[in-house]
C-alpha cells in the first residue's frame, strides 16, 4: 500500500542524495570509497567506477552487483547506467524494497531510514526538512 508516509520519505531521500535530482552522479570522484569492503570495492579503481549514481546515489561493487541482479541488467559491467534515468529511479525502488524502508517509514523511523540509505546521518536535517515539506503536500 501507498501511503503519503511513504511517499513523502521516499521522496525526501532522493531530494536530498540527488540534489533534488540535479546530479544523478556524484560530484565526488570516488576515490574515498577506494578499498572499501563494506562496499565490496576490492579492486583498484572500484571506489572511482561504483561511486554514488542515480537518484539514491547508488555506491559499491555489492550494491550494483546485486541491483543489476535484481533488475535484469548488468550495472557490475555498466555502472554509469545507474546514473540513466529509465535505470536510475529503477535501482532507487529496488534499494528501498529491498532495505524494507517502507516499514520504517511506517512507524515514522525517518531517522533509520536516512541511516540505510547514508550510512550514517549526513544531511539529516535537510532530509527530515524535505520530508515535512512533502508530508505537507501530499496530505493536504
Known amino acids: ?3 503519503p508516509q511513504r511517499q513523502a520519505a521516499f521522496l ?3 531530494a536530498h542524495e ?6 544523478f552522479e556524484e560530484l565526488a570522484s570516488g576515490e574515498a570509497y ?3 569492503q563494506d562496499l565490496g570495492n576490492t579492486k583498484l579503481g572500484d571506489g572511482k567506477r561504483y561511486k554514488g549514481r542515480g537518484p539514491i546515489q547508488l555506491t559499491g561493487r555489492n550494491n550494483y552487483r546485486a541491483a543489476g541482479r535484481a533488475l535484469g541488467l548488468d550495472l557490475e559491467a555498466n555502472p554509469e547506467r545507474a546514473a540513466d534515468t529509465d535505470v536510475g529511479f529503477r535501482v532507487a525502488a529496488w534499494f528501498w524494497t529491498s532495505r524494507g524502508l ?3 517509514a511506517d512507524v515514522g523511523d525517518f531517522r533509520e531510514i536516512t541511516r540505510r540509505i547514508n550510512g550514517g546521518y549526513n544531511g ?3 532530509r527530515e526538512a524535505y520530508y515535512r515539506r512533502a508530508l505537507e ?3 493536504h
Open 34 to 36: 577506494e578499498g572499501r
Open 102 to 104: 517502507n516499514a520504517l
Open 1 to 3: 500500500m501507498l501511503t
Open 137 to 139: 503536500v501530499l496530505t
Open 124 to 126: 539529516l536535517a535537510q
Open 18 to 23: 540527488s540534489g533534488e535530482l540535479r546530479y
Open 12 to 14: 525526501a531521500q532522493l
